[in-house]
T-cell receptor, first 118, second 108 residues
Framework: QVQLVQSGAEVKKPGASVKVSCAAS????????IHWVRQAPGQRLEWMGWINGGNGYTIYSEKFQGRVTITRDKSARTAYMELSSLRSEDTAVYYC???????????WGQGTQITVTS | AIQLTQFPSSLSASVGDRVTITCRASQGISSALAWYQHKPGKVPKLLIYDASSLQSGVPSRFSGSGSGTDFTLTISSLQPEDFATYYC??????????FGQGTKLEIK
């Protein structure tokens, strides 16, 4: 059974960084990529970026380019999303997502609440 | 970037009603569109992919249609568990994707 298990909620101060993990199981980690999506309160889902589980190649949304870094640890079967220079507008639930067939998110992590407050 | 606009933004309906939600893309995206159902505290659930294909395990009362720039999600007979927010997603430039702003379906 495919599972994506994310790290727990965090509270950060403006200007800090946060790193969220997504531990994967139940499929061939190196054969598929993992996406990161966030949803701020009252806002639409927003795609942030993607990492190839095999070679670590990344593609980022222009909006987050320069502030987001997505990495993966093949041995730990875990992907990470680090967002820097946090501001209050980054308060959101962050999800990792998996595309196993076609181009659509078949599986999602449970979500991680990140709150940015002074 | 391709923008998706959904309408209506919210909708009140009764159990048994037929409802239709529309998603319009800012440029043609062929059939590279999905619909998700999202309930509070839950993760989004894939309902429809490639504009009109029903995801395995999703009830047949859900259907999708459209191509190019205009797409619809139809629920033929609303059930109590269908009250949620619905999002469209385009993947024409995969792995980039964008989502619509959502349509909140509420009980009348």
């Amino acid at each position: 059974q495919v599972q994506l298990v994310q790290s727990g909620a965090e509270v950060k101060k403006p200007g800090a960084s946060v790193k969220v993990s997504c531990a994967a199981s139940g499929y061939s980690f190196t054969s598929y990529g993992i996406h990161w999506v966030r949803q701020a309160p009252g806002q639409r889902l927003e795609w942030m970026g993607w990492i190839n589980g095999g070679n670590g190649y990344t593609i980022y949304s222009e909006k987050f380019q320069g502030r987001v870094t997505i990495t993966r640890d093949k041995s730990a079967r875990t992907a990470y999303m680090e967002l820097s220079s946090l501001r209050s507008e980054d308060t959101a639930v962050y999800y990792c997502g998996l595309v196993l067939k076609s181009y659509y998110f078949d599986w999602w992590g449970q979500g991680t609440q990140i709150t940015v407050t002074s | 970037a391709i923008q998706l606009t959904q309408f209506p933004s919210s909708l009140s309906a009764s159990v048994g009603d037929r409802v239709t939600i529309t998603c319009r893309a800012s440029q043609g995206i062929s059939s590279a569109l999905a619909w998700y159902q999202h309930k509070p505290g839950k993760v989004p659930k894939l309902l429809i992919y490639d504009a009109s294909s029903l995801q395995s395990g999703v009830p047949s009362r859900f259907s999708g249609s459209g191509s190019g720039t205009d797409f619809t999600l139809t629920i033929s007979s609303l059930q109590p568990e269908d009250f949620a927010t619905y999002y469209c997603q385009q993947v024409n430039t995969y792995p980039h994707s964008t989502f619509g702003q959502g349509t909140k379906l509420e009980i009348k």
